[in-house]
């Protein structure tokens, strides 16, 4: 694991950032650069916490539809290092979130789709869906599904406020994050560095419920893109690096590109259009 004072400065992502340069969008987002805040930051009061929360929820949701290309890298001990391409469809004002694989060939045409807060995995090799829990590892990659879909953290957590710290060079407010009663996620326990200056998060960490940690997570890189139906921007993060606490030395890079907030087709969250796609 990379310190918390070099975090912003890990390997570089080499090949990984070279396929990466081709684009589908017609207007790429505006991507925002962590800036250390110009004045201390002072500590929030409990309504600016909830306000915190639901902001961090509000800026990455489109009351239309969002569409970007995603490479993942994926790095395991002693194997070679494997990069997917694929693309993600969400539908923020229904729920619903849709998978694509595109490559590499043998994942080519798998794709998972959610649902009426159901998760779906579809092997076109089989031609069988399957459920899937919240803890999925998208495509064999530490990556899940909540780093792909909306933030719903104000629905699904409780939050305590536990001071501000330093990250790097930046000053943070860290919380901790509870889940409610009866939700369905991933990790029942977070902790969240929040930027004081920018409000992004820029480090996450997961715990199980008997408060082992999971995974790390970082988030150096944002972007926002004016959304015409939301009527406000709407931020998406850029880049996310994932450590795997359990297995370590695992680890997995996603690059998020070329956002699209353009109306998609109107019924193609369903099984049966992500079958066509994967013929």
């Not at 690096?241 to 297995?247: A, K, L, P």
């Not at 890079?253 to 013929?279: C, G, H, P, Y």
Request: net charge positive; charged share 30%.
């Amino acid at each position: 694991m990379a310190s918390v004072m070099n975090w912003m400065t890990i390997a570089s992502l080499g090949a990984l950032n070279a396929i990466c340069s081709l684009s589908f969008a017609q207007e790429k987002p505006q991507e925002v650069e962590e800036k250390p805040a110009m004045e201390p930051a002072r500590p929030w009061t409990p309504d600016e916490v909830k306000a915190a929360i639901k902001q961090i929820d509000d800026r990455q949701k489109n009351s239309g539809d969002y569409k970007t290309l995603v490479y993942i890298e994926r790095k395991e001990k002693e194997k070679n290092d494997v990069v997917f391409e694929a693309v993600v469809y969400r539908r923020d004002i229904d729920e619903k979130l849709m998978i694509l694989f595109l490559n590499p060939k043998s994942e080519r045409g798998k794709g998972y789709l959610r649902l009426e807060k159901n998760m779906w995995m579809y092997d076109p090799a089989t031609g069988k869906w399957e459920r899937r829990t919240e803890r999925e590892r998208i495509g064999g990659t530490d990556s899940r599904r909540a780093d792909f879909d909306q933030s719903n953290l104000a629905n699904e957590y409780d939050t305590t406020y536990k001071g501000l710290e330093k990250l790097g060079k930046f000053e943070v407010h860290r919380l901790e994050l509870l889940a409610r009663k009866g939700v369905d996620v991933a990790y029942p326990q977070l902790s969240l560095w929040v930027s004081a200056a920018s409000g992004n998060v820029l480090k996450r960490q997961e715990f199980a419920a008997s408060g082992k940690l999971m995974r790390t997570s970082y988030t150096p890189k944002w972007a926002k893109k004016f959304s015409p139906s939301k009527g406000a921007d709407v931020w998406t993060a850029k880049e996310i690096r994932i450590f795997d606490e359990v297995e370590k030395g695992n680890s997995t890079v996603i690059l998020l590109k070329d956002q699209d907030l353009r109306s998609l087709t109107v019924n193609m969250f369903t099984k049966a259009w992500l079958e066509t796609q994967s013929r």
